[in-house]
């Protein structure tokens, strides 16, 4: 018998992550994978999440298909596939107590970004492209333990007072790249097993529900 309990949480995470990718939330997505950390290892977590993600990704792209900012994912991105391969290296040799360790880290580590005047100090450093490159990385990092690379991405784009249309496509493009990107290591690593893949498949529907309610 299913855990009302644990679908519960899983609806909540999944439905708040949802509502964070399409701005409504701002960064509360940032919980979403240590939420389920609480019902199942934090990889599984990880694993279960990123099929949800990459159908959130979809609607997203199609909605700002034609409002992203070219030169900025020419930035970033090769710093962020930096990011996901030492990620990827760092996750194939560390306990799974090791990995929900990090994923609290990671976490507490935004939640403080977000209490603290440090990001503001951080926004105000004028957007260089190795500044870019940096904090591409550091964002292809943090979405590969725990999904939660937009506040590194933020830091780099916020300054460029984008339109909200082109910041929010420019956001959409670079995370569906680096989720697409993270289907490889987390496939050799076995977090898309058979039983995480059939908890995405019922799952995206709520993830897709909150983009859209979230828009």
Same mark, same amino acid.
């Given at each position: 018998?299913?855990?009302?309990?644990?679908?519960?949480?899983?609806?909540?995470?999944?439905?708040?992550?949802?509502?964070?990718?399409?701005?409504?939330?701002?960064?509360?997505?940032?919980?979403?994978?240590?939420?389920?950390?609480?019902?199942?290892?934090? #990889?599984?977590?990880?694993?279960?999440?990123?099929?949800?993600?990459?159908?959130?990704?979809?609607?997203?792209?199609?909605?700002? #298909?034609?409002?992203?900012?070219?030169?900025?994912?020419?930035?970033?991105?090769?710093?962020?596939?930096?990011?996901?391969?030492?990620?990827?290296?760092?996750?194939?040799?560390?306990?799974?107590?090791?990995?929900?360790?990090?994923?609290?880290?990671?976490?507490?580590?935004?939640?403080?970004?977000?209490?603290?005047?440090? #990001?503001?100090?951080?926004?105000?450093?004028?957007?260089?492209?190795?500044?870019?490159?940096?904090?591409?990385?550091?964002?292809?990092?943090?979405?590969?333990?725990?999904?939660?690379?937009?506040?590194?991405?933020?830091?780099?784009?916020?300054?460029? #007072?984008?339109?909200?249309?082109?910041?929010?496509?420019?956001?959409?493009?670079?995370?569906?790249?680096?989720?697409?990107?993270?289907?490889?290591?987390?496939?050799?690593?076995?977090?898309?097993?058979?039983?995480?893949?059939?908890?995405?498949?019922?799952?995206?529907?709520?993830?897709?529900?909150?983009?859209?309610?979230?828009?």
């Amino acid at each position: 018998m299913i855990d009302p309990v644990i679908v519960a949480v899983a609806v909540f995470a999944v439905l708040i992550v949802g509502l964070s990718k399409a701005g409504f939330l701002g960064g509360l997505g940032v919980v979403g994978v240590p939420l389920l950390a609480l019902i199942m290892p934090a #990889r599984d977590a990880a694993g279960m999440m990123l099929p949800v993600l990459l159908c959130m990704d979809a609607v997203a792209v199609w909605m700002y #298909r034609k409002e992203f900012d070219r030169s900025i994912l020419k930035i970033m991105l090769p710093g962020a596939a930096v990011g996901t391969l030492l990620g990827w290296a760092l996750w194939s040799f560390v306990s799974d107590a090791v990995v929900l360790l990090m994923v609290g880290v990671v976490t507490l580590l935004f939640v403080l970004d977000a209490m603290l005047p440090l #990001r503001k100090k951080l926004e105000g450093l004028p957007p260089s492209k190795p500044w870019g490159a940096f904090w591409g990385g550091i964002a292809g990092f943090t979405s590969f333990i725990s999904h939660t690379g937009g506040p590194p991405f933020q830091i780099y784009v916020l300054p460029k #007072r984008l339109p909200p249309a082109v910041y929010a496509g420019t956001t959409s493009v670079f995370f569906a790249i680096v989720n697409t990107a993270k289907l490889v290591p987390y496939f050799f690593l076995g977090q898309l097993s058979v039983n995480n893949l059939s908890h995405s498949a019922m799952l995206a529907p709520v993830g897709v529900l909150g983009v859209l309610l979230g828009v």
